[in-house]
């Protein structure tokens, strides 16, 4: 081989190794801008990420939950509640988050506790009374006093499970009428005690309340 040659193949060698360095370099920088991309795409991921979890923060920083929000509804557009809360309570649900989780759940505590009293206040409705009636007889040259207690309704229907006087101090026993009893109907008792020492006199009816009735 001449000298020609030999220069020629070092001409080629030599723009091979140019060829090389070119290539490395372009590498190195389509490289350097991947990882400039992905880490800007990373910051980016976590900025939207941090904004979605600022926002859900603040959506739920007064604490209140599903459930109250639910009650909140039910207060507003109940026909019976006070026109003054159903009022607060849509005024509540337009800014739920202008208002602090005490506020609400002060407006709920006091609904839920009109609505116990009023259930209170129904129950309640069954009304007594009791009268004593004296039966005077002669056995023989002696007059005998019988005594009876009369447990008079009130009410439409009472259902009574047992009657005590004066804290079961004074025994009577059941002589007639009917049970359920009916308004204007008694119960009838035979009264073994003095009336006059009557003090009290207590109905058990079979739903568990109790009627406390007194000499008036």
Do not use: W
Request: with cysteine.
């Amino acid at each position: 081989m001449n000298l020609f040659n030999y220069n020629k193949l070092d001409k080629i060698e030599g723009i091979m190794k140019i060829y090389k360095i070119i290539l490395s370099l372009c590498l190195i920088s389509v490289l350097a801008g991947c990882d400039k991309k992905m880490t800007a795409t990373k910051e980016d991921t976590e900025q939207v990420t941090t904004t979605t979890t600022e926002q859900v923060e603040t959506e739920q920083s007064n604490g209140i939950t599903e459930e109250e929000i639910a009650k909140l509804h039910i207060i507003a557009e109940d026909p019976n509640a006070l026109p003054a809360a159903a009022k607060l309570a849509a005024s509540y649900l337009e800014n739920i988050n202008g208002y602090t989780a005490e506020e609400i759940r002060e407006l709920i505590a006091e609904y839920d506790a009109s609505q116990i009293v009023e259930e209170d206040t129904t129950s309640d409705n069954v009304s007594m009374e009791y009268r004593i009636d004296t039966n005077s007889q002669y056995i023989g040259n002696q007059l005998v006093n019988t005594h009876y207690l009369n447990v008079l309704s009130l009410s439409d229907s009472v259902d009574v499970d047992r009657v005590e006087v004066n804290r079961g101090n004074c025994n009577v026993q059941f002589r007639n009428g009917s049970n359920p009893v009916g308004y204007g109907e008694a119960l009838k008792f035979l009264l073994n005690c003095d009336p006059h020492n009557v003090r009290e006199v207590k109905v058990y009816l079979k739903d568990g309340r109790e009627l406390l009735m007194t000499p008036q």
